[in-house]
């Protein structure tokens, strides 16, 4: 999307066995708010290895995001030591294919390119979560509804591939740019993207998830709930837009607030398993700084956490 306008152990075993072969009926509400803290944490972008590490212990996250192509300043994303380590860091590791960005010039998550992107990171930990891609209706996508077949296509291949490929792994289904287009892609995809474990969503705000009004939370929530009620969700990018009224350290304590308070309208819904605040990105000239808070906002974030 342009940024600019823009879970205690048992209970992970429960929600892993329920989602083990797809989105099935989950736990009853109140079992799952009982069993389960959500799991949370963050997505990597630009930083060192070092500062990834002090900014997962600052906030306590038990949640690492990383995108297959890029993200540590001072190592290679593809030498195997260090995609081991990154998925020794955190409890939970969500893989994002850079293959299907609609960011850049193509949505589409060809299955090849999503096995080979993906293999390195299943040698080093088998039990991952896949994101197939990302924002598939932003940039990238001509407007039309022939084009969303075609990626309907391709994401209901990748899927099957990746669980030819990848068993003990769980997948995600990509977040949307929200924006007028979203209910046109569940329309046409929505059946496919309920394959997944997980359906991926993305929310952006101007200073708060409390409203009463705002450019995502309160749109993408109810279409998420009409069209996947019924299953899990992971919220795999959020943030906070504003940096004239809102320091780090705010968006930091917001973002517990929403991920692990109930602070937002409407509530964060219960089904919602994972979330990952984006970014960590500490380098000069980088994508995004806006949305970096590393540091204090970590900071905030464990003291406003449970």
């Avoid at 046109?184 to 200073?207: C, L, T």
């Avoid at 939370?217 to 279409?223: E, G, T």
Wanted: hydrophobic fraction near 35%.
């Amino acid at each position: 999307m342009d940024k600019h306008i823009s879970r205690r152990t048992f209970g992970k075993l429960a929600l892993g066995t329920a989602a083990a072969t797809g989105l099935t009926p989950f736990l009853a509400h109140p079992t799952f708010a009982a069993l389960s803290n959500r799991a949370h944490g963050v997505i990597l972008t630009s930083a060192t290895f070092a500062q990834l590490q002090n900014c997962i212990s600052r906030g306590g996250y038990n949640t690492l995001k990383v995108v297959t192509g890029w993200g540590l300043q001072d190592r290679s994303m593809t030498d195997p030591t260090t995609i081991a380590q990154l998925c020794a860091m955190t409890p939970n590791t969500i893989v994002r294919t850079a293959v299907g960005d609609g960011c850049g010039t193509d949505s589409n998550p060809y299955p090849d390119q999503v096995v080979a992107q993906i293999r390195p990171w299943y040698q080093a930990k088998q039990n991952i979560l896949i994101e197939l891609g990302n924002e598939p209706n932003n940039k990238a996508w001509n407007g039309s509804a022939d084009s969303i077949w075609v990626w309907r296509y391709y994401l209901d291949q990748a899927i099957s591939a990746c669980r030819a490929n990848f068993p003990n792994a769980m997948i995600i289904s990509p977040g949307l740019a929200t924006g007028s287009s979203v209910n046109q892609w569940f329309q046409i995809s929505s059946d496919v993207m309920r394959k997944a474990n997980y359906v991926g969503f993305h929310a952006y705000e101007f200073y708060d998830f409390t409203g009463p009004a705002g450019p995502d939370w309160q749109i993408i929530v109810p279409l998420m709930q009409q069209y996947f009620g019924d299953v899990y969700w992971a919220l795999t990018e959020f943030g906070i837009n504003d940096t004239s009224q809102t320091s780090q350290a705010t968006k930091g304590y917001r973002y517990a607030g929403l991920v692990q308070q109930g602070e937002s309208n409407p509530q964060m819904p219960w089904n919602v398993a994972y979330a990952t605040y984006y970014h960590l990105m500490t380098a000069p000239g980088g994508p995004d700084p806006a949305y970096n808070i590393y540091g204090a906002g970590d900071d905030a974030y464990r003291n406003h956490s449970y």
